[in-house]
């Protein structure tokens, strides 16, 4: 971070940045947002999740001297780093995509996060832009008293805000939405990340992107591995690994987005522990437990201590034999290898200590 700091390196490129950060949808958000600029400008982004004191410096280096936009993801672990690394990129635009209880353990409350998260704003270049979910008071009440002369965009479902999907649905394919009298497409299931679109699609608008160049760019958006992914098993059923991270809200949209899901024999949830949740982690576990139904999930089978807690809550309801709950992936693997046929649908999740990424290959 120094050596970014000492050179001057970043007041010294003309390039528009675009800071991105959340607890979920950073990663989908920044992929949409490049895939989408990539229409019109040279654009330079975040690899993979290297979204840490490291990693943004490193990517800020990383620059070429005639990028036109750069889209810089932005996470932390405690406060103060969001604004340390806003402050060393120098964002145009800062985009917030939602706030979750990750960090709960470090940060003791969702307030707390709201307000580490809005440090984004702190290292803004004159006529910064905050783009942020107004479906979350705690963002809409920060923005408003920590930042009352800024601009800001509002993105989310209530009628006052600037960015309102109309009608919205699925296919095996992905998701499309209506928004102002147009049609988008994303190649991503789960109707949670329209709100990413739209996140997107905010930012995009700001640095002149017309319509038609949005959604074509929406449309072929490659987003980083783990978040979604749709894989086909060679024994025909379909795998969706979104083992990347989770937590309480990535995990009931994860959900969701199975229980949505058409085209397919039964659904199997496989859920691993949710970590960082502090002291009401059994009790986050349990909640998901409660969201299961085994008419619109069949079969759920949990991995790790605390997934356990899901596997207890879901055994109240499902018939016997429908739900197991084991420590290793190893053993989940075997299970689900007992039960799978080639019609069904197997959705992995998990935070990403669990490494339950390596269960899909094991299942592919």
């Not at 990663?27 to 993979?48: A, F, N, W």
């Not at 800024?150 to 919205?168: I, K, M, N, Q, W």
């Not at 992905?174 to 930012?203: E, M, Q």
């Not at 929406?218 to 989770?246: C, P």
Request: aromatic letters at 4%.
């Amino acid at each position: 971070m120094m050596g970014v700091q000492r050179h001057g390196y970043r007041s010294e490129l003309p390039a528009k940045v675009i800071g991105v950060t959340g607890s979920n949808g950073k990663t989908t958000t920044k992929d949409m947002i490049e895939s989408i600029l990539g229409t019109m400008y040279k654009v330079h982004k975040t690899k993979g999740n290297l979204n840490s004191q490291i990693g943004v410096p490193l990517t800020l280096l990383d620059m070429e001297p005639d990028t036109d936009v750069a889209v810089i993801e932005m996470g932390m672990s405690e406060r103060g780093q969001i604004g340390r690394l806003s402050r060393l990129a120098q964002p145009d635009i800062a985009v917030i995509t939602m706030i979750g209880v990750s960090h709960l353990s470090t940060l003791g409350s969702r307030e707390a996060i709201a307000e580490a998260k809005l440090e984004i704003a702190d290292g803004f270049r004159e006529g910064g832009v905050l783009v942020y979910n107004g479906d979350e008071r705690l963002l809409v009440e920060g923005a408003s008293n920590r930042l009352p002369l800024l601009r800001t965009v509002r993105f989310g479902t209530d009628a006052s805000h600037d960015l309102v999907p109309g009608e919205v649905g699925d296919d095996p394919g992905g998701t499309w939405f209506k928004l102002d009298n147009a049609s988008y497409r994303i190649p991503l299931l789960g109707r949670h990340n329209v709100n990413n679109a739209l996140a997107a699609i905010a930012a995009a608008r700001l640095l002149g992107i017309p319509k038609k160049l949005i959604a074509a760019g929406l449309q072929v958006a490659k987003v980083t591995g783990m978040r979604m992914e749709v894989l086909h098993s060679s024994l025909g059923y379909t795998i969706i690994n979104d083992a990347w991270n989770a937590s309480p809200v990535s995990m009931k949209a994860a959900i969701e987005t199975l229980e949505q899901l058409g085209g397919c024999g039964n659904k199997i949830m496989a859920a691993g522990d949710m970590l960082e949740l502090g002291d009401r982690a059994a009790e986050f576990h349990r909640e998901i437990g409660r969201m299961l139904n085994p008419e619109r999930i069949q079969y759920v089978v949990t991995i790790g201590e605390l997934g356990g807690e899901i596997a207890k809550e879901a055994a109240k309801v499902y018939p016997p034999g429908h739900v197991a709950a084991f420590r290793s992936r190893e053993e989940a693997v075997r299970w689900i290898r007992e039960i799978v046929k080639p019609s069904d649908a197997v959705l992995l999740k998990a935070s990403r200590g669990m490494g339950l990424e390596k269960a899909a290959d094991a299942l592919m």
